[in-house]
């Protein structure tokens, strides 16, 4: 069962739930078919689940908590959980987990710096061509891919 909003996006609460999941399933170490496994669906389910964009029944809701070993007020947000509420979307983004845990592994303030400045400069530039025009063929125009 997809919940979407009017303009097609899953609930926020719903991306706040799974982004709990998925958090809660990396810290201990579950991948997302042994979840599945365990819950009795595919692993695009759980990956689905994570997203927000298919709502976590509450009997399925009962199942993730007993096999992430927490209760299910903290999946929903209602006890004091690891993460700030508004980070959790953006920490549930693929990678975004490990990208943090190899970060804070960086001993030398001077390179974390660096890597911050050039993790910041990637995304801008993502960002510009993001929103950069394109042409029929879904490319920049020609002007614009002469300026790069």
Known sequence: MSILLEDHQ???????????????????????????DVL????????KYERG????????????ARRLDCTVASLVGE???VV????????A????????????????????RRALELLTALANEDMREAS????????PPAAVRARR
């Open 40 to 47: 009795g669906v595919t692993f695009q389910q759980v990956q």
């Open 93 to 112: 983004v693929p990678g975004a987990l490990e990208l943090v845990s190899a970060f804070a592994r960086i001993q030398d303030v001077q390179v974390r």
């Open 10 to 36: 899953p609930d926020p609460i719903d991306i706040a739930v799974g982004a709990r999941i998925r958090m809660r399933r990396k810290l201990m170490g579950v991948s997302q078919q042994g979840l599945a």
């Open 53 to 64: 964009t298919n709502r976590v029944s509450a009997s399925m809701l009962v199942k993730i």
């Open 84 to 91: 700030d509420d508004s980070l959790a979307p953006t920490l």
């Open 132 to 139: 950069a025009p394109r042409g029929r063929r879904g490319r």
């Open 79 to 81: 006890e004091g959980g």
